[in-house]
């Protein structure tokens, strides 16, 4: 999962070329760990409901046991970790160029309800979306989690249709994470 986090970073640098600072950073980090996940459930045949949602867990030492990140429970993959799940407890910091890291949990839950609702192997469907939306050429450098949300939406809706179950669990996904669409 950690190789592919940072092998997505070098896609997203050429597609939506996300600036690396506050939510528009932290959107950056949440597709390398949307798609680092994705890769990690595609190798060991895992759908949904029976990955572990854990980034960097095959990597840490003792003191980050047993995750870097988990999309599953943000806040919950170590002792040290204070990533927020939604935007009530948004992390206003100067630090780690505006919390890039620690407000990537907002997006990384979205796509975890997202992928769990739709069900069956995640890279199918919602990865389907995340990675058009990715590609969407409205995207902008300084794109913040609502134009990004609204975008999986349009991406969700053109794959599958506006009134999708798959375009319902996005909107249900974002709802989740307290970010407008």
């Not at 919390?99 to 975890?112: E, L």
């Not at 794109?143 to 798959?166: M, N, P």
Request: hydrophobic share 40%; glycine share 10%.
């Amino acid at each position: 999962d950690v190789i592919g986090h940072e092998l997505t970073h070098g896609v997203t640098q050429y597609t939506a070329n996300l600036s690396y600072v506050n939510q528009p950073g932290a959107l950056n980090e949440s597709l390398s760990d949307v798609f680092g996940s994705l890769v990690k459930q595609y190798a060991n045949k895992q759908d949904a409901a029976s990955a572990d949602w854990l980034i960097g867990n095959d990597v840490v030492g003792p003191a980050l046991k047993p995750a870097l990140r988990s999309l599953k429970a943000p806040g919950t993959a170590n002792p040290h970790d204070d990533q927020p799940a939604d935007m009530d407890h948004f992390a206003h910091t100067a630090e780690d160029h505006g919390g890039v890291h620690r407000n990537s949990g907002i997006p990384n839950h979205a796509f975890y309800v997202v992928a769990t609702t739709i069900g069956g192997n995640a890279w199918e469907k919602a990865g389907k979306i995340w990675y058009e939306a990715l590609n969407d050429p409205r995207l902008r450098p300084n794109t913040d989690f609502s134009g990004f949300a609204r975008t999986t939406v349009r991406q969700a809706s053109h794959l599958f249709g506006a009134t999708s179950a798959e375009c319902d669990a996005v909107k249900a996904g974002w709802g989740a994470a307290k970010v407008k669409v």
